[in-house]
């Protein structure tokens, strides 16, 4: 049995009742940014995102601490807990890939061969 209620639901929101994300980029114009705002959001679209700069921050020190034998604990466990946030994401990426496949394939049969190359 439907209700009013279900049939008006989806056009009000309360508040936190949908996702909450926030996005990190660099303030143009924003006095809060040293140097050049302008060249920091280049940076991020056109060389690499903030994770991607830090990753390679990450191995340095590792590679540098491996080298000098010098032990730390603390770079470790958060490249190790990165990795393991990387491992526990791949199969939702793989179900939102086939989702999208498969969504793709129902109203673009010539698109989805394409990019999937099936017989």
Do not use: C, N
Request: hydrophobic share 40%; no cysteine.
């Amino acid at each position: 049995m439907m209700t009013p209620f279900d049939v008006w639901a989806p056009m009000f929101r309360a508040p936190f009742s949908g996702d909450v994300t926030q996005e990190i980029v660099p303030r143009i114009l924003s006095p809060d940014i040293a140097g050049a705002p302008e060249i920091e959001a280049k940076i991020h679209t056109d060389v690499a995102s903030y994770g991607t700069q830090l990753g390679k921050i990450l191995e340095a020190l590792q590679t540098l601490a491996k080298a000098t034998k010098t032990d730390l604990p603390e770079i470790d466990k958060l490249v190790a807990d990165i990795e393991e946030v990387k491992d526990q994401s791949k199969d939702t990426l793989r179900a939102d890939a086939e989702r999208a496949l498969a969504r793709l394939r129902s109203v673009d049969e010539d698109g989805w061969r394409a990019l999937t190359r099936a017989e």
